[in-house]
Nanobody
């Protein structure tokens, strides 16, 4: 069974940092890019960042460039999203998802989501 499991969400004050983790099943880790997306209730889901497998390429949404960093640890089958200088508008449920490549339009597998709350 393919699983993506997020962790690391929580509550933080504006300007603070959090690191999200996405543990990915061995079955797919080497073959898929992993994306982070976020969604606020009542709003459209937003792509935040994506990292491909090989060769490694990375994309960021303009809203998080310079503040968020995505990385992958191939030994641990885990993708991280380091979030610094957090703003209240970063508050959302964050999901990781597996996609064949970062500019594709179909996500094949999803995690359950982790809540991030940034207070002012």
């Amino acid at each position: 069974e393919v699983q993506l499991v997020e962790s690391g969400g929580g509550s933080v004050q504006a300007g603070g940092s959090l690191r999200l983790s996405c543990a990915v099943s061995t079955l797919i880790f080497d073959d898929y890019a992993i994306a982070w997306l976020r969604q606020v209730p009542g709003k459209e889901r937003e792509g935040v960042s994506c990292i491909s497998s090989r060769p490694t390429s990375i994309t960021y949404a303009d809203s998080v460039k310079g503040r968020f960093t995505i990385s992958r640890d191939n030994a641990k089958n885990t993708v991280y999203l380091q979030m610094n200088s957090l703003k209240p508008e970063d508050t959302a449920v964050y999901y990781c998802a597996a996609i064949l490549w970062c500019d594709y339009d179909k996500y094949d597998y999803w995690g359950q989501g982790t809540m991030v709350t940034v207070s002012s």
